[in-house]
């Protein structure tokens, strides 16, 4: 794991949006795996900068989200399709055709968890997933516990989870118990993983995902086994390092 250290959360963004602009900007057909959360929001509003700007085209791109509620419709204002909406697709001129995220309302949830894999390997696999980080570890929403075998499923959130999304949401009561996420060995087949820390209160989990032991009680850890991390973090998260 190659670990960047920023000073805040500005260069954070920046750091972590010339990462994939260099991907937009090389590869032929570049396969984005994007997360949701307050951590992104600063490198999306970036690539929307440099995209007025001129200096990128997202027309090639398609783009793989990395979970969704379930439960939610598309436009709920709380929906991961929505957020992605707002805050990066429909500012950059990305083909939505081209822009998929899990069908929290899919009638068989089950099988719309098999398709979603199917797509990623027929799109060519995630050349560079950005990852967020729980602060139980976890990443997507596979909580603590999650089989590091897991491919794409139906999760149960955790209360801690619920209690931190419920930040979105008027109350805690509607935000939703299920979801729909990439397993861990999904996130794991992806060529380049981007991990994007920032905060104190992150400090502890940054702390385990690069010193703790691998282990499925802290998801992030696995991280530790793939060939192509990149953590880029800012100096509050890496107070414990
Ligand atoms: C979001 C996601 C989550 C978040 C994590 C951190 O799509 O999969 O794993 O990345 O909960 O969230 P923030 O960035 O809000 O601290």
Redesign the pocket.
Known sequence: MELIKVRNYEELSEYAGKLVLEKVNTLENPVLGL??????EGLYQYLINQYKEGKVSFEHVVTF???EYVGLEKDDINS?NYYMNEKLFKHIGIPRNQTYLPDGNAIDLNEEATNYENRIKQAGNIDLQI????LNG????NEPGTPFTSRTHIVQLDES?RQ??ARFFISIDEVPSQAI?MGIETIMESKQIVL?VSGEG?AEALHRVINGEVSEEFPASILQKHPHVIIVADEAACKLL
């Open positions: 997360a949701t959360g307050s951590t992104p989200n990395l979970d991961y990852l967020g980080l729980g976890h990443i997507g929403f989870t931190a999304n996420t994007l992150k």
